[in-house]
Each structure stands twice: as structure tokens, then as C-alpha cells.
């Protein structure tokens, strides 16, 4: 048997659990019609498969009509989701992982326009800045009706043979009643603690009558708000000892933090750039005070640091769930001694930042995570070995000479500069971000492993690629930025990438034209206004930053905002022109004929990129298929066979941002489906 603490066994009442590695409940959106079909199932049983102890779905599943998930959550107040439930859980069972679910209302956390048009419920009037929503105050009919959906919803899950459930507390209904900030009720279910307390407490009570004394319910929750006037961490370690003292629940899932605002959900779930593990010792501190199993997850992204969170004795489960996005056979790897062959969480936060805005969670570098119906996290071996030939080493680039490599062909990858990144080489020269590294150097590292061939400092032509005498070549060359987007003055502005490069020097009085809405221009904007400079963010759009996102955000602002920063939305730069030693911006209105002037020291203009391409129609006629794709096949999962031109040598692909200005994610999708059926 194993000595590694993360392998130990852990017994949950009568429960074994074969690791000390769990999946907290969390919702990838991925449910069909409110229930956990095929998508959700794999994605869960995939992790299973690998070893993972216990797998928990369904963050936030809703108990109620009138708590209508605003990212497409499981629908547990319908009766149809107990066969959906089993399906899952028998599956995931085979394979040795205990399953469990989360439950909740959602309280004033959603909208009055989704669903059925309900009004919105807690214990007062105070809207949640998230989602914008003026709650109803609850009445005593409401707590009623509530109270027994919950007992029902938990009655369907142990139908559905879970192995038990969670109750979600922290910014949801449960916790809407303890706070003071969110409870404004008279008694007996507002004022003191204990008023406070009672709803959860009747809650648990009417699900004990329902399921028994036997059924695993545990509580996730904040054991400290951390924020003026909000439950102290005094008041949530007594919380914590009620909880425990009461008989009615089996373990604590302790978080720290509040999440009715982006910044208070960024601090609760940490992204790149921030503190691993921030919460750790206060779950800790909670395990101490409690002697009670505690389990819990935030940033800890790597092994080591799981390690120490059960060795150290802080937790009995440890949570790695945004972890097991970007590498579900994790606990498999640690079993075979193979904790390099990790796929690293980068912490982008793709994966949540999507759902939070309305699509499914998808991991920035692991396309197959969410599409385990159609992608495979273990590419196959080819019937056929072939030579492929990939001119480019970005992220697309790298990921198509890693696929190919596992498939067992011979690989050469041709790239100009001297060494593997492209844009991604310049996102990590900053601190903050220094983590999205981690998607090329495990590339690196998996493709050495395999014997590609690299070719650093090559310009590769079309006589160098053929010179390979390849089977397939794939054009990952990526682009360059795209400034030309102005009648006049054209000449006079830079990039973003240019200050991100450090190929120009920032300026004193600076703006930015942002007509991408993505990192590159507020990565600019940080690294400038860090020297003191003045800065202006100017976008056409609506709002600043769309592709950024809300958790991503948040960092950004944290520098800007304490800064010379201004942010001027829907207003577009036209020209450019020189006054003096200083530049006459003129910004002009997609909404009338209305007209600005800014006088700056430097103007900066952040618009996507235009693809390197040239190599790619220099090859187009000599293949095979003269780069045509059949999309049909791309998307079910079927091989590439067009070949209109059967005199052609090699069939030739281009992908990532030599197709067309996209993301990492992109990018990486694109090689995945493409080369794991070539």
C-alpha cells in the first residue's frame, strides 16, 4: 500500500473512499434540458475511470421553480432527474468513485426573467450586485414550500443512489438567512444567530425525516464573509460547531470569502496570478476547532500542495476540481509515479468565467474536458504511422506535434524564433500571468518525450517543408497584430503587442484603442500605467473587455483602478494625427455624427491579428486537398479525406490564428480534432 498521504483511504460514516482527492460540486453547464445526460456523464465518469475518490456534480442544483439557475444547472425539483442520476452514478460507481450532489436555493443568486418569471426570494429586500435582481422579502408560505423542497429534491437523490448530498450555503438562500448583511426578517427567523440559523437547521431536519439518519448530507459554506457588517469568523466557527453538535450533518465544506460581488467571487475562487491555496489554514483552523471532517478546495492546483493540505492534517478531502478540468486522470498519475506527465492548471479560469457567462465551462488548454462524447484524453495510436510536418510552435502548433506524436507518427516542427510560445510567450512575460507558460512547457516536455524533431530559428519555406518529404502539413504560424483600422495616421501608432514585447517604450499620456476586447490591451494598459503614466482605454463596444470576462477582471481593475486609469466606452478611434511632438486622436460614434479629440504622447491600438498565411497558399496547390476541410467530419470526429487533387504529395492544414484571430482555446481545440484522426 501507498504512503503518499493523497492515497490513504478515507471512511465517511459508513462510506469508504478509496483517496483522499475529491471533485467538489460545481457546475461545467452542461446539463440537457435541466438534466445530467450524455455530456455530463462522461465528463464525470472520465475522472471516475481515473481514480478520482469522489466525484460531486451539480453545483447549485436547484430544489425549487422559483430558484432558476442562471448557467444551466441540474433541475433536481423534477422527478425525471432521478433516472439521469442513477445512469451517472452507476456509471461512475463501476469504475470505483462515489458520487455526490450538491443542492440548493439559490435565493436572491439568480434572475426573475429566467424560467417561469417567479419573483425572487430571501430574507429581504437587498439585490445581489451580480445579478442585478430586487428580491422579494420571504414570507412564511415561502419558507414552508422551501423547506419541503428541499426534503424532496434530497429524497430524489437517494433514490437515484448517490451517496449522499451537499447543501450549498455560502451566497445562496441558506446563508442569505445567516448573514446580517441579507436578513432583515423579524423573529423567529431573523436577529440573533440562532433566529438566523433556524431555516437551515429545519431544512436539514425535514431532510433527515426523508432520507434517515444513514444518508451522507454535508453543508458547504462560508465560515467567514469577510466583509463589513457580514458573518465574522468568530460567529462562522460557532456556526461550525452547531453544525456539528446538531447530529444532523456528516462533514463541513469550508470556504472563505463572499460572492455577491466579481471581486468577492475572484477572492473565494482565486485566478492566475493570485495566491495558491489562500483559504487553506482557515479550513484548517475549522478542522482544529471542529474535530469534525472537513473538506475543501480553492487554488489548489498541484499535487504537492494537496499533499501537504492532508498531511499537514488541515483537511480529510482535499478538493482539485479545476484541476481535474485540465488533467482528469490526475489521481491515476500520482498512482503510476507520473506527477510530470500533469497537465497543469494555468488557473485562466476560462472554465468559470464561460459559465458565469451563460456557455459551457471548457479548460483554456484541454479542449477534450466537456467533449469526452467526441474527444479523447488519451489520443490512440495510428494504424498508419505518417511523417507530419507542423510549421509553427505556439500553442496550436505545439498541440498538434503532441497529438501527432502520441498517435505515433514522425513529427517535425519548424519555428522562427528560438523557442516555443508565440503569443503565449509574450502573455507570461508578465508576473501575473507567468502560469500560462505551463500550457507550452508541458507541451514541450510530452513531445520530447516522443521524439519530435525541432527546428528553432527556421523560417521555414515551401522547399524546406517539402524537403521532409512530409504526409500532412499543418500551418500553425499563427498572426501578427492588425493596426491598420484608421483613414488616417496609420503610421503613427503602435501595438499592444509592441509594449507587451518591450519593443516600445511606453508613453507619458497614453491611450489605448480597444476594438478586441481581449487581454492584450489591458495587459498594455497595466504594464503602462504601472509607470505612472496616464491612460485611456477607449472601445467602440458597450462595455470594456467583453472577451476578458468578470473573474479575469478583476485583477485588471485591482491595478488600474488605484492609477491614472480612465475607461471611455462606445467611442471609436477614426485617425491620428501629429501636433507637435505630442498626437491629435480623433474619436468618432457609431450612434450619430458626434466627434471627440484626445492630445496624447502615444496612441496604442489593440484590434486582433491578421494570419501569417503566406506559407500556407504557397503550399495550398501542390497538396493533396488544397487545404479544403471537411468540416462534417472535423466535427463528429471522422478522418480527413478530401483530396481533390490526387497529384498533390501532402495534405495541408492550417489552424489557430493562422485561420483567423481566435484564442488559446481555439487553438488548441483546433489541433486536438483535427490530428487525433490523422
Not at 194 to 208: G, K, P, Q, S, Y
Not at 410 to 418: I, L, Q, S
Request: net charge negative; charged share 25%; proline share 5%.
Amino acid at each position: 500500500m501507498s504512503s503518499d498521504p493523497l492515497l490513504q483511504p478515507y471512511r465517511l460514516k459508513h462510506l469508504t473512499l478509496r483517496n483522499r482527492i475529491m471533485i467538489t460540486s460545481h457546475e461545467p453547464a452542461y446539463p440537457e434540458d435541466g438534466m445530467p445526460k450524455g455530456r455530463y456523464r462522461a465528463y464525470h465518469v472520465e475522472r471516475a475511470k481515473a481514480g478520482v475518490a469522489l466525484t460531486m456534480t451539480a453545483g447549485s442544483a436547484s430544489v425549487a421553480r422559483d430558484s432558476p439557475p442562471v448557467f444551466n444547472n441540474i433541475l433536481a425539483w423534477k422527478d425525471e432527474v432521478v433516472g439521469w442520476m442513477k445512469q451517472l452514478t452507476d456509471e461512475c460507481h463501476d469504475h470505483g468513485a462515489a458520487v455526490m450532489i450538491q443542492l440548493t436555493h439559490l435565493g436572491r443568486r439568480t434572475r426573475w426573467d429566467k424560467a417561469d418569471w417567479l419573483p425572487v426570494v430571501t430574507s429581504s429586500h437587498e439585490r445581489e450586485a451580480a445579478h442585478r435582481t430586487f428580491p422579494k422579502r420571504i414570507e412564511d408560505w415561502d419558507i414552508t414550500r422551501i423547506i419541503r423542497d428541499y426534503a424532496d429534491a434530497a429524497e430524489r437523490m437517494k433514490a437515484a443512489g448517490v451517496d449522499g448530498i451537499e447543501l450549498e450555503a455560502y451566497g445562496h438562500l441558506l446563508e442569505q438567512f445567516w448573514s446580517p448583511l441579507t436578513n432583515d426578517l423579524e423573529a423567529p427567523w431573523g436577529g440573533s444567530l440562532d433566529n438566523r440559523l433556524r431555516f437551515t437547521f429545519e431544512v436539514l431536519r425535514a431532510i433527515r425525516k426523508r432520507v434517515g439518519a444513514d444518508f451522507i448530507v454535508g453543508l458547504r459554506y462560508t465560515g467567514d464573509q469577510d466583509m463589513p457588517g457580514g458573518m465574522h469568523r468568530d460567529e462562522g466557527i460557532e456556526v461550525s460547531h452547531r453544525l456539528r453538535d446538531s447530529g444532523l450533518v456528516d462533514f463541513l465544506n469550508v470556504v472563505k470569502g463572499h460572492i455577491d460581488t466579481d471581486a468577492g467571487l475572484t477572492d473565494l475562487i482565486p485566478v492566475q496570478g493570485m495566491r495558491n491555496a489562500p483559504h487553506l489554514d482557515f479550513a484548517g483552523e475549522i478542522r482544529a476547532a471542529t474535530g469534525f471532517p472537513v473538506f475543501h478546495a480553492a487554488k489548489i492546483p498541484d499535487v504537492p500542495t494537496a499533499r501537504h493540505a492532508i498531511a499537514s492534517g488541515k483537511l480529510d478531502m482535499v478538493g482539485m476540481t479545476r484541476a481535474h478540468m485540465a488533467d482528469p486522470h490526475l489521481v491515476r498519475k500520482i498512482i503510476e509515479g507520473r506527477e510530470d506527465d500533469i497537465r497543469p492548471c494555468v488557473g485562466a479560469n476560462y472554465c468559470l468565467d464561460r459559465i458565469y457567462q451563460g456557455g459551457m465551462a471548457f479548460c483554456l488548454h484541454n479542449a477534450a474536458t466537456g467533449r469526452e462524447e467526441t474527444l479523447p484524453h488519451t489520443v490512440p495510436a495510428a494504424a498508419v504511422k505518417r511523417r507530419i510536418t507542423i510549421v509553427g510552435a505556439g500553442p496550436a502548433g505545439m498541440e498538434a506535434a503532441r497529438v501527432a506524436a502520441e498517435r505515433g507518427h514522425t513529427v517535425t516542427v519548424f519555428e522562427a524564433a528560438d523557442q516555443p510560445g508565440g503569443q503565449i510567450r509574450l502573455t507570461a512575460r508578465d508576473e501575473r500571468r507567468r502560469e500560462m507558460g505551463a500550457i507550452i512547457a508541458w507541451r514541450l516536455v510530452q513531445c520530447e518525450k516522443r521524439g519530435v524533431r525541432f527546428h528553432f530559428n527556421t523560417f521555414a519555406d515551401a522547399d524546406a517543408v517539402r524537403a521532409t518529404a512530409p504526409d500532412a502539413v499543418i500551418i500553425a504560424t499563427g498572426g501578427l497584430p492588425h493596426t491598420e483600422v484608421l483613414t488616417a495616421g496609420n503610421d503613427l501608432v503602435h501595438s499592444a503587442w509592441d509594449i507587451l514585447a518591450g519593443d516600445v517604450k511606453p508613453g507619458g499620456d497614453v491611450l489605448i484603442y480597444d476594438d478586441a476586447g481581449d487581454h492584450a490591451a489591458l495587459q498594455a494598459a497595466d504594464l503602462i500605467s504601472a509607470t505612472g503614466a496616464r491612460v485611456e482605454i477607449v472601445t467602440p463596444d458597450r462595455s470594456f473587455s467583453p472577451e476578458v470576462m468578470a473573474m479575469n477582471l478583476v485583477p485588471y481593475m485591482r491595478n488600474l483602478q488605484k492609477r491614472d486609469t480612465t475607461f471611455t466606452v462606445t467611442w471609436r478611434l477614426l485617425s491620428v494625427t501629429r501636433e507637435g511632438n505630442r498626437l491629435r486622436a480623433h474619436l468618432g460614434s457609431d450612434y450619430g455624427d458626434f466627434l471627440r479629440e484626445r492630445l496624447v504622447d502615444q496612441v496604442i491600438v489593440n484590434h486582433g491579428t491578421r494570419p501569417l498565411d503566406d506559407l500556407y497558399f504557397a503550399l495550398k496547390p501542390l497538396s493533396s486537398n488544397l487545404g479544403a476541410v471537411d468540416y462534417e467530419a472535423l466535427v463528429s470526429g471522422g478522418e480527413q479525406t478530401l483530396s481533390p487533387n490526387p497529384e498533390g504529395s501532402f495534405s495541408l492544414f492550417r489552424i489557430g490564428d493562422a485561420v483567423s484571430a481566435r484564442n488559446t482555446h481555439a487553438a488548441i481545440l483546433d489541433a486536438l480534432r483535427l490530428l487525433k484522426d490523422l
